[in-house]
């Protein structure tokens, strides 16, 4: 049973950066791809960016040029850089990773807690 820990949330003036990362509590195996996804007060919660086992990205429009995700040298770690920041990035930020396992072929989906960004103007 994998578990996933985000952290580096804040409170971030407008303009600011941060960058907040995700933690699993071992390596993930199997074809899989992490996302991160955030869930502002009275919003749907949604997808900003992911990155596939191959290392392709894809991000919202909204985010797109001023937030980066990446995954650590070791397979158990995935970041997400949030920069330019607006207050209506303020959200809960959810890590996420899914996929396939080796062998059994079940499907995984496994979510963080999430991390609070609150972006003062």
């Known amino acids: 049973q994998v578990q996933l820990v985000e952290s580096g949330g804040g409170l971030v003036q407008a303009g600011g950066s941060l960058r907040l990362s995700c933690a699993a509590s071992?390596?993930?195996?199997?074809?899989n791809t992490w996302g991160w996804h955030r869930q502002a007060p009275g919003k749907q919660r949604e997808l900003v960016?992911?990155?596939?086992?191959?290392?392709?990205?894809s991000y919202a429009d909204s985010v797109k040029g001023r937030f980066t995700i990446s995954r650590g040298n070791a397979k158990n770690l995935s970041f997400l850089e949030i920069s330019s920041l607006k207050p209506e990035d303020t959200a809960v930020y959810y890590c996420?990773?899914?996929?396939?396992?080796?062998?059994?072929?079940?499907?995984?989906?496994?979510w963080g807690q999430g991390t609070q960004v609150t972006i003062s103007s």
């Open positions: 996420n990773v899914k996929g396939v396992r080796s062998g059994s072929g079940l499907p995984y989906d496994y």
């Open positions: 071992g390596i993930i195996f199997g074809i």
């Open positions: 960016a992911g990155i596939t086992e191959g290392g392709t990205t």
